[in-house]
């Protein structure tokens, strides 16, 4: 056990490669998780903002003259 630990004096290079190479695969596991957690969280606050704008749209403003007892204005 004791050789196969020194890999014939490469033991230095060896066992960083392979640290590295399990680095490496565990960030390529996880990136596409973390990718999809901030796309959905990106689109669920789209989506709330495009929400706010038709209900801020279809309710009556005092800026525009209506809902205050005014009717539409004219053009």
Same mark, same amino acid.
């Given at each position: 056990? %004791? =050789?196969?630990?020194?890999? /014939?004096? *490469?033991? @230095? *290079? @060896?066992?960083?490669? *392979?640290?590295? !190479? !399990?680095? @490496?695969?565990?960030?390529?596991?996880?990136?596409? %998780? !973390?990718?999809?957690? &901030?796309?959905? &969280? #990106?689109? +669920?606050?789209?989506?709330?903002? %495009?929400?706010? +704008?038709? #209900? &801020?749209?279809? =309710? $009556? =403003? $005092?800026?525009?003259? #209506?809902?205050?007892? #005014? /009717?539409? +204005?004219?053009?």
């Amino acid at each position: 056990m %004791q =050789s196969f630990l020194a890999m /014939g004096g *490469y033991a @230095v *290079y @060896v066992w960083p490669a *392979y640290g590295v !190479f !399990f680095i @490496v695969l565990l960030i390529d596991w996880l990136a596409p %998780q !973390f990718r999809r957690r &901030r796309l959905l &969280r #990106e689109l +669920r606050a789209r989506m709330a903002r %495009q929400g706010a +704008r038709k #209900e &801020r749209a279809s =309710s $009556p =403003s $005092p800026l525009r003259g #209506e809902g205050w007892g #005014e /009717g539409p +204005r004219l053009p």
